[in-house]
């Protein structure tokens, strides 16, 4: 994946404040219920959707905590110690 561009552009996603987040899952993970992340970096493909490094904690038994690049749709700011609504 050959990221590109770092400048800010009238289409490019909140910066900041926000640097917790909700990372709201896809189907294939099974569980809907989004997972706590904190943003690291945001970057921009070749095709120009953004991504941002996020550390991830999954839910489950005995949590883990990971660090990868999530499309920047998937996000939510967090605004408190609830997850987002998913409906």
């Not at 909700?22 to 569980?31: K, L, M, N, P």
């Not at 959707?49 to 005995?62: I, M, P, T």
């Not at 949590?63 to 408190?80: C, E, I, M, Q």
């Amino acid at each position: 994946m050959g990221f590109v561009d770092r400048e800010r552009t009238r289409n490019s996603p909140q910066r900041e404040p926000h640097r917790h987040v909700w990372v709201r899952q896809t189907r294939e993970y099974g569980s809907l219920t989004p997972w706590p992340g904190l943003l690291i970096e945001w970057r921009r493909d070749s095709k120009g959707k953004w991504f941002a490094l996020v550390a991830v904690v999954s839910g489950g038994v005995g949590n883990h905590l990971g660090v990868s690049w999530v499309p920047a749709d998937l996000l939510v700011p967090a605004k408190g110690y609830a997850p987002p609504d998913t409906t």
